[in-house]
């Protein structure tokens, strides 16, 4: 019963070094998605991934690159780590929308400061 | 573009009174759907209730309620009976027929239960 699954749940990074934050599900979800939220601040989309196959650029997709490995996986990377990086990231997944939006279900997120 | 305003970052409730928490939307796409999460401060995203701009009636999922008033362009989040483990973010999202994909999420608001 996990639903959507992020690791790692921590990260310190230095400015300058790079990682990828990993995400699975496993509700046969098409969809996918990437978020990241600030203090105080509601969730902004940085990539999305409608389909196996096929990626998006959200609202703030600069310094982030991602991979829909599979239908299950979608990982987030950060080539080269800034400190206005710094963040709460949450993945997400939903049904195919079609015709009926569906709630996105999330993880419980990656909380990654960067020094 | 779609824009989700929450006007109050926060609010106060005695335990066992209703609250309703405001949100209001703008957009141009003929077809969109509302969605309420809930986020404690262990940090997750829980989804609470969805209602789509046709649908007749108002969304109801237990004690929840959504008020909406499509004129209006507001979608406000009724709790009835308050709990004390209803203390936590609430965010209003919002996604429409030509970005089906893309959430839009407001900046929040935090509710505190009080004994």
């Known amino acids: 019963n996990a639903g959507v699954t992020q690791t790692p749940k921590f990260q310190v990074l230095k400015t300058g070094q790079s990682m990828t934050l990993q995400c699975a599900q496993d509700?046969?979800?098409?969809?996918m998605y990437w978020y990241r939220q600030d203090p105080g601040m509601g969730l902004r989309l940085i990539y999305y991934?409608?389909?196996?196959?096929?990626?998006d650029k959200g609202e703030v997709p600069n310094g982030y690159n991602v991979s829909r490995l599979n239908k299950r996986e979608f990982s987030l990377r950060l080539e080269s780590a800034a400190p206005s990086q710094t963040s709460v990231y949450f993945c997400?997944?939903?049904?195919?929308?079609?015709?009926?939006?569906?709630?996105?279900?999330f993880g419980d997120g990656t909380r990654l400061s960067i020094l | 573009a779609q824009k989700i305003t929450q006007t109050q970052p926060g609010m106060f409730v005695q335990e066992k009174e209703a609250v309703t928490l405001d949100c209001t939307y703008d957009?141009?796409?003929?077809?969109?759907?509302l969605f309420w999460y809930k986020q404690p401060s262990s940090g997750e995203m829980i989804f609470l209730i969805y209602?789509?701009?046709?649908?007749?009636q108002n969304a109801t999922e237990g004690r929840y309620s959504l008020n909406f008033q499509k004129a209006r362009k507001s979608a406000n989040l009724v709790i009835s009976a308050s709990q004390l483990g209803d203390s936590a973010m609430y965010f209003c999202?919002?996604?429409?027929?030509?970005?089906?994909?893309?959430?839009?999420f407001g900046s929040g608001t935090k509710l505190n239960v009080k004994p």
């Open positions: 997400a997944s939903s049904e195919e929308q079609g015709l009926r939006n569906q709630p996105q279900h």
């Open positions: 509700m046969n979800h098409n969809s």
């Open positions: 991934s409608a389909s196996e196959g096929t990626t």
């Open positions: 957009t141009s796409d003929p077809s969109y759907g």
């Open positions: 209602q789509g701009s046709y649908d007749q």
């Open positions: 999202a919002m996604s429409g027929l030509y970005n089906f994909n893309k959430f839009y």
